[in-house]
């Protein structure tokens, strides 16, 4: 199982690569397309919940520990299976990329990571799967188990970014003592 622990390390290397596009591009990004993203609801507007790279750095750094601390239990317990569905999920996301830049007819950060890394992860899903002692009805339910919990986790950091928010600018207005 080596060679899976292997494959384990490439979920947090391509979570910061991909998400490393959104944390650079997204703020020009909204400027660039402030007007068009001015007439589309809140609803409908991609990264409607960014305020500042600051904070949305802050919500990704959670995230990336999270997915760290899975892949770090898997290798230790070898079991696998939460990791393969955070793996999916993650996976799964790069549709919600394509989706957006399709609605919103216009370039969205994340997509150019979500079309290269898509195969690859599309491979390392198929690959894993035959590896993995786990029945396609367990790796089901853990792949819609994990979509569902990442969401919710995804839910509430785009709340926390506001507390982010709070945090860092009572760190940059001298509030907290160094």
Known sequence: MKSLDLLVWLLPVMFLLHDFEEIILVGVWKQKYRKILNRLSTKKQPYSHFRNTDSFSMAIAVLFLIIVVIGLLSIITKNYI????????FTAHFLLHIVLTLRFKHFVPGIITSIILMPICLLILYQVTALLPYSY???VI???????????????LNQLINVFDKWLQKYASNEWKD
């Open 142 to 156: 853990s792949s819609l188990l994990c979509c569902l919990l990442l969401a919710i986790i995804f839910h509430f």
């Open 82 to 89: 939460i990791w393969y569905g955070t793996f999916f999920t």
């Open 137 to 139: 009805v367990t790796l």
